[in-house]
């Protein structure tokens, strides 16, 4: 069946360093792609979304970049901040309706 | 504009006791979703209602029971709660899942122990 694999957490950076967060996933089909984040006592939000191969979703300073070749939609930013400490749900679409979301991981970022 | 409101936020129930969650949504969405989310699991899928009139089954449903009351509302019933029940219940909404327009609105949560 479809399924999302992302990277262990947690993952701890200093602010300004470099972050890429893993995420493959194995589905039949062209699914969607998305990264949803996750604040502190809140619900998920969308960050960021792919809908066909090559596409390239951005947000906030955050990418992601549609690999169908490798079925990969790792998530980067150039410079994290305090604030993007959260977490962080790769997902894609299945069939009938179906959100398949990865395990989550924990961002903390160290001023 | 409100979104996506679940209620209750906070609920302590003992074993074998049963409740309802509720969940209403403002945005004239056609797809309705119950999660569970646990540490270290992730989110997983417990129903869902893809338009108004069905539901379906998603990774976890033993133990909960849904009802799509309208295109509104979506609630989560546990009829008979066990500690293993214990956990953050989020509901969300989509337009079209799987379509430009996929994007899952969540509500702030329900957080259940059993004891």
């Known amino acids: 069946g479809n399924s999302v694999t992302q990277m262990e957490g947690p993952v701890t950076l200093s602010e300004e360093a470099f972050l890429t967060i893993n995420c493959t996933y194995t589905?039949?089909?062209?699914?969607?792609l998305f990264w949803y984040v996750q604040y502190p006592g809140e619900g998920l939000q969308l960050l960021l979304k792919?809908?066909?191969?090559?596409d390239k979703g951005s947000n906030k300073g955050f990418e992601a970049t549609y690999r169908k070749e490798t079925t990969s939609f790792h998530l980067e930013k150039g410079s994290v901040q305090v604030s993007d400490s959260a977490v962080y749900f790769c997902a894609l679409t299945s069939s009938a309706s179906k959100i398949i979301f990865g395990s989550g991981t924990r961002l903390s970022i160290r001023p | 504009n409100a979104g996506v409101t679940q209620t209750p936020k906070f609920q302590v129930l003992k074993t074998g006791q049963s409740m309802t969650l509720q969940c209403a949504q403002d945005m004239n969405h056609n797809s309705m979703y119950w999660y569970r989310q646990d540490p270290g699991m992730g989110l997983r899928l417990i129903y869902y209602s893809a338009s108004e009139g069905t539901t379906d089954k998603g990774e976890v449903p033993n133990g909960y029971n849904v009802s799509r009351l309208n295109k509104r509302e979506f609630s989560l019933r546990l009829e008979s709660a066990a500690p293993s029940q214990t956990s953050v219940y989020f509901c969300?909404?989509?337009?079209?899942?799987?379509?430009?327009?996929?994007?899952?609105?969540f509500g702030e949560g329900s957080r259940l122990t059993v004891l």
């Open positions: 589905a039949t089909g062209y699914p969607s």
């Open positions: 969300a909404s989509s337009e079209h899942p799987g379509s430009n327009t996929g994007e899952l609105f």
């Open positions: 792919a809908t066909k191969a090559d």
